[in-house]
């Protein structure tokens, strides 16, 4: 028996902003595949938590967003790809584009370092600072991509802070 499978069906179009207003969350085999992977943490595993972490915050802080990590790196790059400063403000503000994202203050986000390393960040837009946590700090690969993450997060903060929807909603600035 032939199956035909429409090309919409096999790669779904998520919109940005469409998570937060689906009653559930898309899981596609590729994601269980690499879920399945016992070597690795994968970026599968982390966005179901990020879901899971951002359904909490939905009703417990408000003030604290999640991002999922192709968000984090379509504007940070440091993959297996460079995404130009352009590039990176558009991103950042198709991230902004969610009306839980633009409601909070504080965006959480981890992040990773050509394929071989995850830190996780945090950037508050009230009190202009950014945390970087690494769990096995001063390996060369990291110290290296540093520069590079910093500038990209504080961009994201100045976007973040000034989009148009935060004056709208009388968020802080």
């Known amino acids: 028996m032939d199956l035909k499978v429409y090309?919409?069906?096999r790669?779904?179009?998520?919109?940005?902003?469409?998570?937060?207003?689906?009653?559930?969350c898309p899981v596609f085999s590729s994601d269980i595949r690499r879920v399945l992977s016992p070597a690795f943490?994968?970026?599968a595993i982390i966005d179901v938590n990020a879901v899971i972490l951002r359904e909490w915050c939905g009703s417990n802080n408000v003030k604290f967003y999640s991002l999922l990590w192709r968000q984090a790196s379509s504007f940070i790059g440091q993959t297996d790809y460079e995404?130009?400063?352009?590039?990176?403000?558009?991103?950042?503000?198709r991230s902004a584009r969610s009306a839980a994202a633009c409601t909070a203050t504080q965006y959480g986000m981890v992040i990773?370092?050509?394929q071989q390393r995850w830190i996780s960040a945090v950037?508050?837009?009230?009190?202009?600072?950014?945390?970087?946590?690494?769990?096995?700090?001063?390996?060369?690969?990291?110290?290296?991509a540093i520069p590079t993450v910093l500038s990209r997060l504080k961009l994201f903060g100045r976007i973040m802070r000034d989009t148009d929807c935060r004056a709208d909603e009388g968020r802080p600035r």
Do not use: C, F, R, W
């Not at 790669?11 to 559930?24: C, F, I, S, T």
């Not at 995404?83 to 503000?93: E, S």
């Open 7 to 9: 090309e919409k069906e």
């Open 83 to 93: 995404v130009g400063a352009a590039d990176a403000a558009i991103n950042i503000q």
């Open 123 to 144: 950037v508050d837009v009230v009190d202009h600072k950014v945390n970087i946590y690494d769990s096995y700090p001063g390996l060369e690969i990291t110290n290296a």
């Open 11 to 24: 790669n779904p179009e998520l919109l940005a902003g469409a998570a937060e207003q689906l009653p559930y």
């Open 112 to 114: 990773n370092i050509q």
């Open 41 to 43: 943490m994968t970026d």
